[in-house]
């Protein structure tokens, strides 16, 4: 019998919130969304894997550079619950109820050209562009915008022009 969500663990995540020279925050669109769907960049926490080396790796695969640097993180991990819809779509839906996350801000090192969201051969964005970081919450999925209302809440003075 299959347990139910809330009695499901939380998979271990990352988060970067990407801020580059004018205090902009990268976000892009996901591809496997309907409708407008934007977030930073995110996901999964590999074994034996630290969460910053995660978190470059997650930036690399999503954005195409890791020309970034690392200037704070949250206090501890944030969590969201997927709803149920979305829990049954997705491979690992069955194991977890969600994810619990650890976000870092990251000064962006690069040029925009560096940013290629079709460099990994599994690409998640159709389209990327550069936010006000007041204009986060409203941007993200609903499931998630407790998530992005702490984020901003703890790593959002960083975004600020260099």
């Known amino acids: 019998?299959?347990?139910?969500?809330?009695?499901?663990?939380?998979?271990?995540?990352?988060?970067?919130?990407?801020?580059?020279?004018?205090?902009?925050?990268?976000?892009?669109?996901?591809?496997?969304?309907p409708g407008a769907a934007w977030q930073m960049p995110q996901g999964?926490?590999?074994?034996?894997?630290?969460?910053?080396?995660?978190?470059?790796?997650?930036?690399?695969?999503?954005?195409?550079?890791?020309?970034a640097e690392i200037i704070g993180e949250t206090r501890g991990w944030l969590n969201y619950d997927l709803p149920a819809e979305i829990l049954r779509e997705i491979s690992w839906g069955k194991r977890y109820r969600g994810q619990t996350q650890k976000w870092f801000a990251m000064r962006f090192t690069g040029k925009d050209a560096?940013?290629?969201?079709?460099?990994?051969?599994?690409?998640?964005?159709?389209?990327?562009?550069?936010?006000?970081?007041?204009?986060?919450?409203?941007?993200?999925?609903?499931?998630?915008?407790?998530?992005?209302k702490q984020v901003v809440a703890e790593l959002g003075h960083f975004a600020k022009p260099v």
Request: net charge negative; aromatic share 8%.
């Open 1 to 33: 019998m299959a347990r139910k969500p809330a009695a499901l663990p939380y998979r271990p995540g990352v988060g970067v919130m990407l801020i580059n020279e004018t205090g902009r925050v990268f976000v892009a669109q996901r591809i496997d969304m």
């Open 44 to 67: 999964g926490i590999d074994e034996g894997e630290d969460p910053r080396e995660a978190a470059f790796r997650e930036l690399e695969e999503e954005t195409g550079t890791a020309k």
């Open 114 to 148: 560096d940013i290629d969201i079709e460099a990994h051969k599994h690409p998640e964005f159709s389209a990327w562009k550069w936010a006000p970081v007041g204009s986060l919450t409203r941007l993200i999925v609903p499931f998630k915008r407790d998530l992005y």
